[in-house]
């Protein structure tokens, strides 16, 4: 198994930042995609962007892209999701996922972490 647990939520004023940690632990070799994924009050969970833990760019939402970045540090097994201009819309809790395969489902999931941006 592998156990993943956010960190770094918290509340933000509109046009502020936040960094959101994803540190992994366990069974980390069985590590090849992650991701950020977000719900909001509501909604549906919707995707916000991930990578290919191995190496390569990280691929985003086409909406989000511009205003949030994805980055890895691999010898922490930590995956970082910064984000920038926020907006009230952005409010949700942000979760992060890994899969073992380059397709499928995502089968670990942190706790998530409850990002509010205030108007």
């Known amino acids: 198994q592998v156990q993943l647990v956010e960190s770094g939520g918290g509340l933000v004023q509109a046009g502020g930042s936040l960094r959101l940690s994803c540190a992994a632990s366990?069974?980390?070799?069985?590590?090849?995609?992650m991701a950020w994924f977000r719900q909001a009050p509501g909604k549906e969970r919707e995707f916000v962007g991930g990578?290919?833990?191995?190496?390569?760019?990280?691929y985003y939402d086409h909406s989000l892209k511009g205003r949030f970045t994805i980055s890895r540090d691999n010898a922490k097994n930590t995956m970082y999701l910064q984000m920038n201009s926020l907006k009230p819309e952005d409010t949700a809790v942000y979760y992060c996922?890994?899969?073992?395969?380059?397709?499928?489902?995502?089968?670990?999931w942190g706790q998530g972490a409850q990002v509010t941006v205030s108007s």
């Open positions: 996922a890994a899969a073992p395969t380059s397709g499928g489902e995502y089968d670990f």
């Open positions: 366990g069974r980390t070799f069985l590590l090849y995609r």
């Open positions: 990578l290919v833990w191995s190496g390569g760019s990280p």
